[in-house]
């Protein structure tokens, strides 16, 4: 039995880095950038205007003259236009170029208009590029605006737009098979008999991969029988980049799956963790096309299968498609906890931000790793390591969200 | 001019709430439930083995009984067995029904098993219910599971699979249009002149309403032609849940849009905040078939929209969806700060969780409203209030994470 630690660690040395494809810009949502975004120019482009009113000279202002003859409008879209002389001016939109001769804008409301004549306010503080947002202060031409390997959110969208990007170099989103196995299991719209459950496993763990920014997911069921089982995983793996199993497992006369996916040549680096919940997940690989492809086989109870996927599976799917991991996140218990057994525990906990900038979680205590209904009124899980059985309030623990 | 916490009220109270449809499960995820979701039997719905091993009774292990003869096997799916008699045993699969006349299961690594016998370890410690999930109890049938208006994110998912909703009753995602107007503002895929820029805010604000779990958007642009802008608009209050402008919001000779809105009976609510950035924002509704529909007019610049979105039309979504308020977080600033202006700061920061349990966030400083690129380095941005102009390192304000 490893520890966590180990398990994270030979999951993460063994994923190398999935291929790039080329997509839109407007399909780029959650996509781990691949390549540089840089300027295609200086940002902005010309002196621009950031406020509606008019356009001048601003020694003109700062030498007594307060009444500016209007010469016409610079809008924003209009090639860049020159006052007549420095004691002139325009009127001016948000976002146009500034005009020549023109050195700052004066907001509307500091300005009087009649018929052609600007009559400004006293005391107003201009001086050069008031108002002015400066060509090339942002940025100039081939500056590296983003680096590759992060991720495209909203805000890098914006600037892969703004430099024209209308395509980009992103990871491939990978194909991600979610296979559950049980005679036990029936579909959700069926009424089960009494020895039977719905499944719920394969529907979960979708929806937090989705989440997560994997949506690239498939539900496949398989009854307990063998040859059954061998024809889906075979097919499988000749077509998926990954694999993710929820149930069978663990050590059980029916549970086929192991010696059908060896036999299938996927070789597990590991089972058995020393953690609570999901002690006998496993991991394994295996190759096609000179590619090693990850085989995650969790543990069938749900808050296990759970615990599983964002423990382990997100953060090596993350590596895999190259996105930086996320900031390690502490939060400090409400209570004081003992937990006897000699491994880690992931406990399900309810955060609570505090208004002095501290992060606090409660701990819900559930009953069994079967129990997900305790669990839905938490945000995520504190990890208590194993070397330890006291666990003080107020001590602060990593603290991992569940996808949303 | 109105303050934020003003604006935020102004809003927040004048949103209702959205119509509720019934999904497929499966469609569900991110959108707001809006029933309850109720256990239609106990769960577990029956005494589970929640591990692979044998099932027996621990009174007759506990009187000194090691050696148990294997009746059959009790596997998972099928329907409930029964011991012989309390001396025998059956091996059991996770997930099986305790036979009758057992009360616990011995996990297999505590038994030697040869021919029909198991040999069971000395000094276990089994009692009744040992590694086994009793029936009923996680729920009885008919407890409430999930109360309405929250997000159905995966753990809520699998909640509502266990006791069999393939549908489910949730929030209408709101149909909603980002407008983009200037006509300074070309493609993406174009070379803008140097008097032009790309149109990058409306696709910004589509990724980040997708983000936020509000996909159902759609991207219009009109050029600077009040005869094209009324007709357009007209269109999207006519057929549109929501309306958010980006730009053409100011007091600009050439923005045509506010009274166009006017004349399309669109009533402004307020307009100009003290906030930076952000300050020409405003906010209005119009009415269609008795409901009260919002309309986001945000200021053009880039960083501006992206902020004001965030911090007035992402809450106003939720609550008109009947999502709760996200718990809000505060972190403190890593470096002492001064601003003059007497208005609202939001200023763009990275956060930095540290092991202690704390959330800091470093100020990015960025030039002005028009700059994306030091933003893009920021997770979000703290509020700094109006009514102070000195800010210390270490005290803790209000962060606001950017969509992701």
């Given at each position: 039995m490893i520890s966590v630690q180990e398990a994270e660690k030979l999951i993460l040395d063994s994923i190398g880095e999935i291929e790039t494809?080329?997509?839109?810009?407007?399909?780029?949502?959650?996509?781990?950038?691949?390549?540089?975004?840089?300027?295609?120019?200086?940002?902005?482009?010309f002196d621009r205007a950031t406020l509606d009113g008019i356009a001048i000279n601003s020694s003109a202002y700062n030498t007594g003259q307060r009444k500016f003859q209007i010469h016409g409008t610079a809008a924003a879209g209009a090639p860049?236009?020159?006052?007549?002389?420095?004691?002139?001016?325009?009127?001016?939109?948000?976002?146009?170029?500034?005009?020549?001769?023109?050195?700052c804008v004066v907001r509307i409301e500091d300005v009087d208009i009649t018929a052609k004549t600007a009559t400004l306010k006293d005391n107003l503080q201009l001086e050069y590029h008031t108002a002015v947002h400066g060509q090339g202060s942002d940025c100039k031409t081939g500056d590296e605006l983003l680096t590759p390997n992060r991720r495209l959110t909203a805000k890098e969208i914006a600037i892969a737009a703004s430099v024209g990007k209308s395509e980009i170099a992103v990871s491939k989103s990978p194909n991600i098979a979610i296979v559950s196995t049980g005679d036990e299991l029936v579909s959700i719209d069926q009424?089960?008999?009494?020895?039977?459950?719905?499944?719920?496993?394969?529907?979960?763990?979708?929806a937090a991969l989705v989440s997560a920014g994997f949506p690239n997911v498939e539900l496949v069921h398989i009854p307990d029988d063998p040859e059954l089982i061998e024809t889906r995983l075979r097919e499988l793996t000749a077509r998926c980049d990954a694999i993710v199993l929820a149930g069978g497992v663990s050590k059980g006369k029916y549970d086929y799956i192991p010696?059908?996916?060896?036999?299938?040549?996927?070789?597990?680096r590991f089972q058995w963790v020393s953690q609570r919940p999901g002690k006998p997940m496993?991991?394994?690989?295996?190759?096609?096309?000179?590619?090693?492809?990850?085989?995650?086989?969790?543990?069938?109870?749900?808050?296990?299968?759970?615990?599983?996927?964002?423990r382990y599976v997100i953060p090596a799917l993350e590596k895999w498609t190259g996105l930086p991991p996320s900031k390690p996140l502490y939060a400090k218990l409400t209570h004081d906890l003992t937990f006897k057994p000699e491994?880690?525990?992931?406990?399900?906990?309810?955060?609570?931000?505090r208004p002095s900038g501290e992060l606090w979680a409660k701990p819900v205590l559930f009953n069994t790793s079967g129990d997900f209904i305790s669990?839905?009124?938490?945000?995520?899980?504190?990890?208590?390591?194993?070397?330890?059985s006291?666990?003080?309030?107020?001590?602060?623990f990593q603290f991992y969200p569940w996808p949303r």
């Amino acid at each position: 039995m490893i520890s966590v630690q180990e398990a994270e660690k030979l999951i993460l040395d063994s994923i190398g880095e999935i291929e790039t494809e080329t997509v839109a810009l407007d399909a780029t949502l959650g996509r781990c950038l691949r390549e540089p975004i840089s300027a295609d120019r200086a940002l902005p482009p010309f002196d621009r205007a950031t406020l509606d009113g008019i356009a001048i000279n601003s020694s003109a202002y700062n030498t007594g003259q307060r009444k500016f003859q209007i010469h016409g409008t610079a809008a924003a879209g209009a090639p860049q236009q020159e006052l007549p002389d420095i004691k002139s001016c325009l009127e001016i939109m948000t976002g146009a170029p500034l005009p020549k001769l023109a050195d700052c804008v004066v907001r509307i409301e500091d300005v009087d208009i009649t018929a052609k004549t600007a009559t400004l306010k006293d005391n107003l503080q201009l001086e050069y590029h008031t108002a002015v947002h400066g060509q090339g202060s942002d940025c100039k031409t081939g500056d590296e605006l983003l680096t590759p390997n992060r991720r495209l959110t909203a805000k890098e969208i914006a600037i892969a737009a703004s430099v024209g990007k209308s395509e980009i170099a992103v990871s491939k989103s990978p194909n991600i098979a979610i296979v559950s196995t049980g005679d036990e299991l029936v579909s959700i719209d069926q009424i089960p008999e009494s020895h039977q459950i719905r499944r719920s496993n394969d529907i979960t763990l979708s929806a937090a991969l989705v989440s997560a920014g994997f949506p690239n997911v498939e539900l496949v069921h398989i009854p307990d029988d063998p040859e059954l089982i061998e024809t889906r995983l075979r097919e499988l793996t000749a077509r998926c980049d990954a694999i993710v199993l929820a149930g069978g497992v663990s050590k059980g006369k029916y549970d086929y799956i192991p010696e059908t996916l060896a036999k299938l040549g996927v070789s597990i680096r590991f089972q058995w963790v020393s953690q609570r919940p999901g002690k006998p997940m496993w991991y394994g690989q295996f190759s096609r096309d000179g590619s090693r492809l990850p085989v995650f086989a969790l543990p069938g109870n749900p808050v296990s299968c759970f615990t599983c996927l964002r423990r382990y599976v997100i953060p090596a799917l993350e590596k895999w498609t190259g996105l930086p991991p996320s900031k390690p996140l502490y939060a400090k218990l409400t209570h004081d906890l003992t937990f006897k057994p000699e491994i880690t525990l992931f406990l399900p906990a309810s955060t609570d931000p505090r208004p002095s900038g501290e992060l606090w979680a409660k701990p819900v205590l559930f009953n069994t790793s079967g129990d997900f209904i305790s669990v839905a009124q938490t945000d995520g899980f504190l990890e208590l390591p194993k070397t330890r059985s006291i666990f003080p309030e107020g001590e602060p623990f990593q603290f991992y969200p569940w996808p949303r």
